[in-house]
């Protein structure tokens, strides 16, 4: 499956908010469209909307309009996920002419990091695979992080069974995660959020598997919300923790996690599913989309380089001089 397609000129994006009932895919005509469609999750998966921002300042570009107005607005769009605001830095200092040909070359960049990062990750991966929201060709250019993994330990012969936790309330992993598995004939299991103790508990899970939307210069990590709770049972049942993290999700600029802001989403998330309420309309609601997993609950960061630990080696500029 993929979530994001350009033909040079135009940019269409899969709209993941009608999965796993319908496929249609938006037309994106401008930069202001681009945004609203990160915000309102059309899009969703750091890689992804890195990707989306970096086509929508080339949309914005070929209209003719301001590029750093454009940016800013992009980067407001989402503020948790930290690649997107490295992919608008990265297209700062890029010619007018060259953007849209940059943007292309994130995009298949993306795809070809999900592959090594997926060839690094595959050996940790053995019997069933406990993950959460969604990490597969849909968050990313393709292939997936984590999901990838899990692609990548099969392709390797490994026999892996993945457990989907449903992800509330926006229920990526029943909606996304599960469609995935069950278009490229991947063996899962769908289970609500409040089950993966008892699996854990069963013994069923031999590793727990997650993205990240940004990692801290210390390793605390920020991943939809139920992130951290996984990771705590995990280490309660000895079950080792893996982190998916391409090395763009990496802020070395934030210290540690109280420094990685928090996106909060509507409360109308929460109270519906769909177009139906579960909850009286007057509920107060708290809805953060991500939380924050300190460091010492996670047993490895998977990068397209290699199984990382903190202290993260250098920046990838320099990895070439240190090896």
């Not at 849909?138 to 457990?163: D, K, N, P």
């Amino acid at each position: 499956m993929e979530a994001i397609r350009w033909d040079g000129r135009q940019l269409y994006l899969l709209d993941q908010r009608l999965l796993p009932d319908q496929q249609e895919w938006l037309t994106i005509p401008h930069w202001h469209a681009a945004a609203k469609a990160i915000s309102n999750m059309v899009v969703r998966g750091a890689p992804a909307i890195a990707i989306t921002a970096a086509y929508g300042l080339a949309l914005a570009v070929q209209a003719g309009d301001n590029r750093t107005e454009a940016a800013q607005g992009l980067a407001r769009s989402r503020p948790t996920a930290v690649n997107l605001q490295w992919v608008l830095d990265r297209l700062q200092s890029v010619p007018d002419a060259s953007v849209a040909r940059e943007a292309e070359r994130i995009h298949a960049e993306d795809r070809a990091i999900c592959e090594q990062l997926g060839r690094h990750g595959a050996p940790l991966l053995d019997g069933g695979v406990l993950t959460i929201c969604n990490t597969g060709s849909l968050a990313t250019g393709g292939h997936g992080t984590a999901l990838g993994m899990v692609r990548s330990a099969i392709e390797q012969g490994r026999s892996v069974h993945v457990y989907a936790l449903e992800t509330r309330p926006y229920l990526q992993g029943a909606r996304l995660t599960a469609t995935e598995c069950a278009v490229d004939h991947i063996p899962y299991t769908l289970l609500t959020d409040g089950m993966a103790g008892a699996l854990l508990a069963s013994g069923r899970v031999g590793s727990v598997v997650v993205g990240c939307d940004r990692v801290a210069k210390n390793g605390d990590t920020a991943n939809k919300i139920g992130t951290y709770s996984l990771a705590v049972l995990a280490a309660h049942h000895a079950v080792p923790f893996y982190v998916a993290m391409p090395t763009s999700t990496l802020d070395r600029t934030c210290i540690d996690g109280t420094d990685i802001p928090i996106e909060e989403r509507p409360a109308s998330e929460v109270r519906t599913i769909g177009d139906t309420w579960i909850a009286p309309r007057e509920a107060n609601v708290w809805n953060p989309a991500f939380d924050v997993t300190p460091a010492e609950l996670i047993d490895g960061w998977v990068t397209e380089h290699g199984v990382w630990k903190p202290p993260f080696p250098p920046p990838v500029d320099d990895l070439s001089r240190t090896r």
